[in-house]
T-cell receptor, first 115, second 113 residues
C-alpha cells in the first residue's frame, strides 16, 4: 500500500533558526496537508496544497507540493518556542477517486526549540 | 464557535469491557472520521462516514464499531475484541469526503488495564 516517509524524525534547534522537514512517497498524491500537534491535543491544519509545484505560505511557515507529486516540504523560518510540537504531513492518493478514506499520514517530526 | 468536541479527555477501563468514545461536531460537516494514534506513529484510520447512516471501515477497523444516526455525532465503541485498545483516539470531520481538509477534535486518551 501507499506509504509516506517523513524526515527527520526529530529535531533539536536553537530559537531563531530555520527548520526544514519533508515527506516523500513512492506513490503519487493529489493533495498534501501539513498539521501541527501540541502534546495531548488534536492536530491543527497549517497548510493545504492541491497542485503540483504549488508554494504556499502561512506566516513563518512555507510548504511546497513537489513537481513529481511524490513529495512535499515544510519550512519554518526564525523558530520560536511555541513552534514546539509534532508536525505531520498527510497525502491523499489518486487511486480511489480522491476519497479522504485514503488520506495517509507520515509518522511525524518532533520539533524541540531551545530558547 | 464551531468545532469538534470529544469526551471524555481521559478514559480508564478494565480489560474485557466495551467503551464508547463520544464525538460531536457543530461545523455542519458531512464527513466524520476516527483515527488511532500510538506513540511515534502516524494516524491510522479506524472508520469514516460520508453521510448519516453510512460508514466505511478504515485500515484498522477490527475490534471497533461506530454509528452515525445524526449528522453531528459519530461515536466510536472500542470492544473487548480489540487486542491493544490503549491509545490516543482522534475524531475528525470535513466538509465532504473529497478534498476538504480534516479538522480534528482534541482527542480521548483511553487506558485499558
Amino acid at each position: 500500500g501507499q506509504q509516506l516517509n517523513q524526515s527527520p524524525q526529530s529535531m533539536f534547534i536553537q530559537e531563531g533558526e530555520d527548520v526544514s522537514m519533508n515527506c516523500t512517497s513512492s506513490s503519487i498524491f493529489n493533495t498534501w496537508l501539513w498539521y501541527k500537534q501540541d502534546p495531548g491535543e488534536g492536530p491543527v491544519l497549517l497548510i493545504a496544497l492541491y497542485k503540483a509545484g504549488e508554494l504556499t505560505s502561512n506566516g513563518r511557515l512555507t510548504a511546497q507540493f513537489g513537481i513529481t507529486r511524490k513529495d512535499s516540504f515544510l519550512n519554518i523560518s526564525a523558530s520560536i518556542p511555541s513552534d514546539v510540537g509534532i508536525y505531520f504531513c498527510a497525502g491523499q492518493g489518486m487511486n480511489y477517486g480522491g476519497s479522504q478514506g485514503n488520506l495517509i499520514f507520515g509518522k511525524g517530526t518532533k520539533l524541540s526549540v531551545k530558547p | 464557535d464551531g468545532g469538534i468536541t470529544q469526551s471524555p479527555k481521559y478514559l480508564f477501563r478494565k480489560e474485557g469491557q466495551n467503551v464508547t468514545l463520544s464525538c460531536e461536531q457543530n461545523l455542519n460537516h458531512d464527513a466524520m472520521y476516527w483515527y488511532r494514534q500510538d506513540p511515534g506513529q502516524g494516524l491510522r484510520l479506524i472508520y469514516y462516514s460520508q453521510i448519516v447512516n453510512d460508514f466505511q471501515k478504515g485500515d484498522i477497523a477490527e475490534g471497533y464499531s461506530v454509528s452515525r444516526e445524526k449528522k453531528e455525532s459519530f461515536p466510536l465503541t472500542v470492544t473487548s475484541a480489540q487486542k491493544n485498545p490503549t491509545a490516543f483516539y482522534l475524531c475528525a470531520s470535513s466538509i465532504d469526503l473529497q478534498y476538504s481538509p480534516l479538522h480534528f477534535g482534541n482527542g480521548t486518551r483511553l487506558t485499558v488495564t
